[in-house]
C-alpha cells in the first residue's frame, strides 16, 4: 500500500487525492492524511522540522519520508531531525 497522492499544491492548500479536506500543510501515509499543524511539536521556519513531527507517519510504518520545505524554502530541516 502506498500514501495518497498530493493532488494539487499551490500556496497555503493542499489536496490529496480521495480527500475532500483542502489542507494547508498535511502529513500522509498509506491509507490516510491528516493536518499537520506545527503548534503541537513547536515547529517552526528555523530550527524547523522535530523529530516528533515524523513519530505519527513512522509509527504507521512509513519507510521513506519526504519532508518538504515550503514554497519558498524557508522551513529547515535541522540534522537532529535526519
Do not use: F
Amino acid at each position: 500500500m502506498s500514501s495518497p497522492e498530493i493532488a494539487s499544491l499551490s500556496w497555503g492548500q493542499m489536496k490529496v487525492k480521495g480527500c475532500s479536506i483542502t489542507y494547508k500543510d498535511c502529513k500522509v501515509w498509506p491509507g490516510g492524511s491528516r493536518t499537520w499543524d506545527w503548534r503541537e511539536t513547536g515547529t517552526n521556519h528555523s530550527p524547523g522540522v522535530q523529530p516528533a513531527d515524523l513519530e505519527e507517519v513512522v509509527k504507521k510504518g512509513v519507510k521513506t519520508v519526504v519532508i518538504g520545505r515550503g514554497m519558498s524554502e524557508a522551513l529547515q530541516h535541522p540534522l537532529w531531525t535526519i
